[in-house]
């Protein structure tokens, strides 16, 4: 086998390269390893995504020299962040180009501190480091790369030696992580940096993939008979122009497009982007699309209809020059139409999407902050998967942001009820901070997969009741386990009950559980809205 004795910018740029391939092709593999048996496995769509930033940024580098590359790793991996998985990687991705940045060369000792500094970077930004994680590997796996280098300079071959004891170290996190042995998994960001490292390793050995080409469409618009023709699969005809950098790579949201309905066109000039799409959801479109840059002429005619109509308002923000700056401002990040409506009545500025399965990237928080002209900006992540990635902006508008750090939608909606704009900010913190703490918050959803987790077992199709994020009872029927979870939330008393129905329930089904409630705790106050939420069937919110 070749000997590596130093690697120069343009090699480096290989090794994202496999490593994007790499977590492309376990992405589901690495989401499916979530020991919580709800549909909320996003660890491998998050790391992918941020590798995917990473590589992105690099690919924009004309001069692939060590530090063009490391500062764009830099840059892409935190601007792409996504989820607790993916602000550790980029972390770690940090700890290490930091390291390299500014070298002449990178050989085998160079390698090795750069990664024992990925790991010191990487433990730091976990404020509670828990052992049977990703951090466990990438200290073991770290490890063994030092005692390596002791015995020889063959980069290739510490790197080999590295991974085989990252992939021991991964084998044994369910030994170290009762949740993971109950449920008979490996950790998925474990998982996922040894598939990261695979990816370099198979780099530093030569290998060379193609990684898919950008696929620009260039189409006339579908006439009348193509409309029609898809007007009962997808109701919407969604058109705008997104106004970006002119350096903006577009590839990545055209082919996630392709996802999201059809008929779609593009076209596409120097930072800005003309998209035409059926779809069912234009909000979520356009939201995507806010991450890119800002939104021109945008327009939804409801083709069932047969006649246009403006289905909503245009949510493209006041250049800042036009909006009178004011004294504070609000980004949430949210998921349904429902709560999204609620927040929107409570002015907010900004609305995220998010969700269990799509947690916003360090870059669509940022541009959302940004796009508020506000001497502070509260920012709630009404999600625990998202608090990480929100510091990380907080960390670079230190001055302006300010984290209301809720785990729950629900908590950020009790914050906001708090809202009093004649409070000075540091009043408001206070306020916000103590009504997101006075709500206990239930959720009910389906399991996805059979397992055994903190003494229930569990088989796919069961309906989960929620405290916390801890499974607190598991039945066959929704209203069962919903009034089975009231009586576990009323544990700790609480006068005020308010019920969220999501998207998969009808008003009727919700009423029907409204009542039985009503009628087993009559001395409670109760509160039946819609939340338009998707896999969860009902959030249930006690104060």
């Given at each position: 086998?070749?000997?590596?004795?130093e690697l120069n910018?343009?090699?480096?740029?290989?090794?994202?390269?496999?490593?994007?391939?790499?977590?492309?092709?376990?992405?589901?593999?690495?989401?499916?390893?979530?020991?919580?048996?709800?549909?909320?496995?996003?660890?491998?769509?998050?790391?992918?995504?941020?590798?995917?930033?990473?590589?992105?940024?690099?690919?924009?580098?004309?001069?692939?020299?060590?530090?063009?590359?490391?500062?764009?790793?830099?840059?892409?991996?935190?601007?792409?962040?996504?989820?607790?998985?993916?602000?550790?990687?980029?972390?770690i991705?940090?700890g290490?180009?930091?390291?390299?940045?500014?070298?002449?060369?990178?050989?085998?000792d160079?390698?090795?501190?750069?990664?024992?500094?990925?790991?010191?970077?990487?433990?730091?930004?976990?404020?509670n480091?828990?052992?049977?994680?990703?951090?466990?590997?990438?200290?073991?796996?770290v490890k063994?790369?030092?005692?390596?280098l002791?015995?020889?300079?063959?980069?290739?071959?510490?790197?080999?030696?590295?991974?085989?004891?990252?992939?021991?170290?991964?084998?044994?996190?369910?030994?170290?992580?009762?949740?993971?042995?109950?449920?008979?998994?490996?950790?998925?960001?474990?998982?996922?940096?040894?598939y990261?490292?695979e990816?370099?390793?198979?780099?530093?050995?030569g290998?060379?993939?193609?990684?898919?080409?950008?696929?620009?469409?260039?189409?006339?618009?579908?006439?009348?008979?193509?409309i029609?023709k898809?007007?009962?699969?997808?109701?919407?005809?969604?058109?705008?122009?997104?106004?970006?950098?002119?350096?903006?790579?577009?590839s990545e949201?055209?082919?996630?497009?392709?996802?999201?309905?059809?008929?779609?066109?593009?076209?596409?000039?120097?930072?800005?982007?003309k998209?035409?799409?059926?779809?069912?959801?234009?909000?979520?479109?356009?939201?995507?699309a806010?991450?890119?840059?800002?939104?021109s002429q945008?327009k939804?005619?409801?083709?069932?209809?047969?006649?246009?109509?403006?289905?909503?308002?245009?949510i493209?923000?006041?250049?800042?020059?036009?909006?009178?700056?004011?004294?504070v401002?609000?980004?949430v990040?949210?998921?349904g139409?429902?709560?999204?409506?609620?927040?929107?009545?409570?002015?907010?500025?900004?609305?995220?999407?998010?969700?269990?399965?799509?947690n916003?990237?360090?870059?669509a928080?940022?541009?959302?902050?940004?796009k508020?002209?506000?001497?502070?900006?509260?920012?709630?992540?009404?999600?625990k998967?998202?608090?990480?990635?929100?510091?990380?902006?907080?960390?670079?508008?230190?001055?302006?942001?300010?984290?209301?750090?809720?785990?729950?939608?629900?908590?950020?909606?009790?914050a906001?009820?708090e809202?009093?704009?004649?409070?000075?900010?540091?009043?408001?913190?206070?306020k916000?901070?103590?009504?997101?703490?006075?709500?206990?918050?239930?959720?009910?959803?389906?399991?996805?997969?059979?397992?055994?987790?903190?003494g229930?077992?569990?088989?796919?199709?069961?309906?989960?009741?929620?405290?916390?994020?801890?499974?607190?009872?598991?039945?066959?029927?929704?209203?069962?386990?919903?009034?089975?979870?009231?009586?576990?939330?009323?544990?700790?008393?609480?006068?005020?009950?308010t019920?969220y129905?999501g998207?998969?329930?009808?008003?009727?089904?919700?009423?029907?559980?409204?009542?039985?409630?009503?009628?087993?705790?009559?001395?409670?106050?109760?509160?039946?809205?819609?939340?338009?939420?998707?896999?969860?069937?009902?959030?249930l919110?006690?104060?």
């Amino acid at each position: 086998m070749q000997k590596v004795q130093e690697l120069n910018g343009e090699l480096l740029e290989n090794l994202f390269e496999q490593a994007v391939y790499q977590l492309q092709i376990h992405k589901e593999e690495i989401d499916l390893l979530n020991v919580f048996p709800v549909p909320d496995g996003d660890t491998g769509t998050n790391m992918l995504y941020t590798l995917q930033s990473t590589l992105a940024e690099i690919k924009k580098q004309k001069v692939k020299n060590i530090k063009n590359v490391a500062e764009a790793s830099i840059k892409g991996s935190l601007m792409g962040a996504r989820g607790n998985s993916g602000v550790i990687l980029s972390q770690i991705i940090r700890g290490f180009a930091e390291y390299i940045k500014n070298k002449d060369k990178i050989d085998a000792d160079t390698w090795v501190k750069a990664w024992q500094e990925a790991t010191r970077v990487a433990y730091r930004a976990v404020l509670n480091p828990t052992e049977g994680t990703i951090l466990t590997v990438l200290r073991e796996g770290v490890k063994e790369a030092t005692l390596a280098l002791k015995e020889t300079k063959d980069i290739l071959v510490i790197t080999k030696r590295m991974l085989d004891r990252a992939k021991k170290a991964l084998a044994d996190t369910p030994n170290l992580l009762p949740i993971l042995k109950e449920a008979q998994v490996v950790d998925a960001g474990g998982q996922g940096l040894v598939y990261f490292w695979e990816g370099f390793l198979n780099g530093l050995m030569g290998k060379k993939i193609e990684l898919k080409e950008e696929r620009v469409i260039l189409r006339e618009k579908p006439d009348l008979e193509v409309i029609e023709k898809h007007v009962i699969t997808y109701q919407y005809c969604t058109e705008f122009i997104i106004l970006s950098q002119e350096n903006t790579d577009f590839s990545e949201f055209k082919n996630w497009l392709y996802s999201q309905g059809d008929s779609i066109v593009t076209a596409e000039t120097r930072g800005m982007l003309k998209v035409h799409i059926h779809t069912n959801n234009p909000g979520k479109i356009l939201d995507r699309a806010l991450e890119l840059g800002s939104l021109s002429q945008i327009k939804i005619d409801n083709m069932a209809e047969q006649h246009e109509e403006r289905l909503r308002k245009e949510i493209e923000p006041m250049p800042k020059a036009l909006s009178p700056k004011k004294d504070v401002g609000f980004v949430v990040v949210s998921w349904g139409e429902g709560l999204n409506q609620i927040f929107n009545s409570f002015s907010v500025d900004f609305i995220i999407n998010g969700g269990q399965t799509l947690n916003p990237s360090v870059e669509a928080i940022k541009n959302a902050v940004e796009k508020i002209n506000a001497d502070k900006v509260f920012l709630f992540p009404n999600n625990k998967n998202v608090i990480l990635a929100a510091q990380q902006v907080e960390n670079l508008y230190k001055d302006k942001v300010i984290i209301i750090p809720t785990k729950h939608v629900l908590e950020g909606i009790r914050a906001l009820v708090e809202y009093n704009p004649k409070d000075s900010w540091e009043q408001m913190k206070k306020k916000f901070e103590k009504g997101k703490d006075s709500i206990r918050v239930g959720e009910i959803t389906r399991a996805i997969r059979n397992t055994s987790i903190n003494g229930f077992e569990i088989s796919e199709g069961d309906i989960l009741g929620l405290i916390n994020d801890e499974i607190a009872y598991v039945g066959k029927d929704i209203n069962e386990v919903a009034i089975n979870l009231v009586e576990k939330l009323l544990k700790e008393n609480g006068e005020v009950l308010t019920i969220y129905y999501g998207q998969d329930i009808s008003k009727e089904e919700a009423q029907e559980l409204y009542n039985l409630i009503s009628q087993k705790y009559s001395s409670l106050s109760i509160e039946l809205i819609y939340g338009g939420q998707p896999y969860y069937y009902y959030y249930l919110g006690l104060e």
